[in-house]
């Protein structure tokens, strides 16, 4: 892990937001001090009341609406409801953190983990694995920037994921990435495809909204 201490000296509060993605300051956990955060930080009962993510030992918190949250969830009862038939691996929500590398933890929105990935040795889980989801899904907040996504496009990437997608929660959306540079649009028209991290599993992007969008029956 790099902090900011092993760093130039002379890096200013501007240098570390653009490194961490230009992401707004108020996501930025000033205590502990930027560059000092640790992973016993992240899973401090301190910080239990906000998701963070941990760069460059600087705790980041992430950014998720209560809209962004009905659509992650429907996504995961979706795949949960595949994976009974089709037992290929797990799913993880939002707080479900992943190290991609040293001092590297992300937590996508929703993640895929397919059982080859897994240790067969491992006694027990532990809080946090060092493993790349498969397909991670980041559903876009306001705050979110694009530097901070292309940023972690790459590290999802190079941590060995192999399907990336961004949903645009509010244009509708969606952006399917299979390496950082090739990547397919997918309008509320159109199907999005699992595989090959998920052969057999598809979602109209229209049910996936207009389920997220659904209004209880008045009683």
Same mark, same amino acid.
């Given at each position: ?23 707004? #300051? ?6 502990? #001090? ?59 929500? #939002? ?12 937590? #996508? ?111």
């Amino acid at each position: 892990m790099t902090s900011i201490a092993s760093r130039q000296t002379n890096e200013t509060l501007a240098d570390l937001i653009r490194r961490l993605g230009s992401v707004p #300051p108020d996501r930025i956990a000033a205590y502990p #001090p930027p560059g000092s955060a640790s992973e016993h930080d992240l899973l401090s009962p301190r910080t239990m009341d906000r998701l963070y993510e941990l760069v460059d030992g600087v705790l980041v918190e992430k950014a998720m609406g209560y809209y962004e949250s009905i659509l992650a969830g429907v996504l995961i009862q979706l795949l949960r409801n595949f994976l009974d038939v089709h037992p290929l691996g797990t799913v993880l929500g #939002p707080d479900g953190m992943l190290r991609l590398a040293p001092g590297l933890i992300r937590a #996508p929105d929703v993640s895929f983990i397919s059982w080859e990935r897994f240790p067969s040795d491992e006694a027990e889980p532990k809080p946090i694995p060092d493993l790349a989801p498969d397909l991670a899904v980041e559903i876009l907040s306001v705050s979110n920037t694009i530097p901070e996504m292309d940023r972690k496009l790459r590290e999802y990437f190079a941590a060995g994921s192999r399907l990336i997608w961004y949903v645009d929660a509010h244009l509708k959306p969606v952006r399917v990435y299979t390496s950082p540079t090739e990547y397919t649009d997918f309008a509320e028209d159109d199907t999005l495809d699992g595989a090959p991290v998920l052969p057999g599993f598809k979602l109209s992007v229209r049910e996936w909204f207009s389920r997220a969008e659904r209004q209880p029956s008045p009683a």
